[in-house]
């Protein structure tokens, strides 16, 4: 079993910067595929970005692409969302998500009970 906690998530103005920061519990989490995914109210749950269990790949939903960077420090079994240039739109709930499988399969079976982010205009 895998536990995530996000932290991290609070009110910003457009254009500022938040870190999310997820925490999992376990000792294989160098193994785990790792996502964030975010959920607007009245919409559906949406992919952000996700990177591959040795760091080394990242993929992000076009919306994002260049605002947001993910980053994992497996020593800390810690996943990271820096999202910059914050726009209102992106006010959301953001979900860290664990593929443990590990083999790119996007298979993501555990999540975090999420952290609120609301940028304002």
């Known amino acids: 079993q895998v536990q995530l906690v996000e932290s991290g998530g609070g009110l910003v103005q457009a254009g500022g910067s938040l870190r999310l920061s997820c925490a999992a519990s376990?000792?294989?989490?160098?193994?785990?595929?790792m996502g964030w995914f975010r959920q607007a109210a009245g919409k559906e749950r949406e992919f952000v970005a996700a990177?591959?269990?040795?760091?080394?790949?990242?993929y992000y939903a076009d919306s994002v692409k260049g605002r947001f960077a993910i980053s994992r420090n497996n020593a800390k079994n810690t996943v990271y969302l820096q999202m910059n240039s914050l726009k209102p739109e992106d006010t959301a709930v953001y979900y860290c998500?664990?593929?443990?499988?590990?083999?790119?399969?996007?298979?993501?079976?555990?999540w975090g009970q999420g952290t609120q982010v609301t940028v304002s205009s």
């Open positions: 998500a664990a593929d443990p499988t590990g083999r790119g399969t996007l298979a993501y079976d555990y």
């Open positions: 376990g000792r294989t989490f160098s193994s785990y595929d």
């Open positions: 990177i591959r269990k040795s760091g080394d790949s990242t």
